[in-house]
């Protein structure tokens, strides 16, 4: 396994709790999840790869399914190579800034596509530092929770 296989095999399982940490504690989240149906799959993956990680509504929250999961997703966001996933895992660029950029490809309903990019959005503004979301978001939205309290159920 190569070094970019790795990083992002991390940082999609990293994102993937994440998504399931901010949905416990982030009001507007939570409001952009009552648009999915309970066991709605989204799946995150690196286009004619093994490099994926998936999660599911359930209640108000998402639940972490992993990399290992067999139900087909409701929803896929594909990237078309490990550079364009890297980007976004890193902080390089948004997921508004990625989407412009056609890094990734939609597979499923575009209009719920739309409450998970708003929802990435929150994500990426409690996991990344204040110097990289001043340079990748267009605005810092206001949180209902401390960052801390995000990264306490990320590990817990």
């Known amino acids: 396994m190569g070094f970019k296989q ?6 999609f399982k990293f994102l993937g709790k994440g ?7 982030e009001k507007v989240i939570q409001k952009e999840l009552e648009f999915y149906d309970d066991g709605f799959t989204i799946e995150l993956k690196v ?5 994926k990680v998936a999660i599911e ?5 998402f639940k972490y399914l992993g990399s290992k999961y067999t139900k087909t997703p409701d929803l896929s966001i594909i990237f078309k ?3 364009g996933a890297l980007l976004l895992i890193l902080g390089r660029i948004g997921v508004y800034e990625g989407y412009a950029q056609h ?5 499923g309903d575009i209009i719920a596509s739309m409450p998970f990019i708003r929802i990435l959005y929150y994500v ?5 530092p204040k110097s990289i ?3 990748v978001l267009k605005e810092i939205p206001e949180r209902s929770s401390p960052k801390i309290k995000a990264y306490l159920h990320l590990i817990a």
Not at 19 to 25: A, M, P
Not at 124 to 128: D, H, N, R, S, T
Request: proline content about 0%.
């Open 124 to 128: 990426e503004a409690y996991l990344f």
């Open 6 to 11: 790795f990083v992002t095999g991390v940082g």
């Open 103 to 107: 890094r990734f490809i939609v597979k």
């Open 47 to 51: 286009f004619n790869t093994d490099t």
């Open 57 to 61: 509504k359930t209640g108000n929250n």
């Open 81 to 83: 190579s490990y550079e």
């Open 19 to 25: 998504l399931v940490s901010c949905s416990k504690i």
């Open 133 to 135: 979301c001043k340079r």
